[in-house]
Nanobody
């Protein structure tokens, strides 16, 4: 059974930084693409960043140049470094493992494929 756990969320002021972690077990971590998503109140869940098994990455336009995704296969962990945070980055951040990486982006394939974590809250105050 795949188990995905996010951590590292919190409250920061605008301009601050946070690093989120996503640890996974029960899966061949190194062979899987991973995506970070976020969902703000009243909005749809959106892809923030993705990374494939070879380390290729993609980012939403809204976070390019501020966020960085990386992976440590030895620790079965993927990270999302978030710098220059803005109030509009406030959301619950989720990690998803097991999607498909094609056309230069992480792609969710539906509920039958992959696993979600429980999410971690990020709150950015102005």
């Amino acid at each position: 059974q795949v188990h995905v756990v996010e951590s590292g969320g919190g409250s920061v002021q605008a301009g601050g930084s946070l690093r989120l972690s996503c640890a996974a077990s029960g899966i061949t971590f190194s062979a899987n693409a991973i995506g970070w998503y976020r969902q703000a109140p009243g909005k749809q869940r959106e892809l923030v960043a993705g990374i494939n098994s070879g380390g290729h990455t993609n980012y939403a336009d809204s976070v390019k140049g501020r966020f960085s995704i990386s992976r440590d296969n030895a620790k079965n962990t993927v990270y999302l470094q978030m710098n220059s945070l803005k109030p509009e980055d406030t959301a619950v951040y989720y990690c998803h493992i097991g999607g498909a990486y094609y056309s230069g982006s992480y792609n969710y394939r539906g509920s039958d494929f992959g696993s979600w974590g429980q999410g971690t809250q990020v709150t950015v105050s102005s």
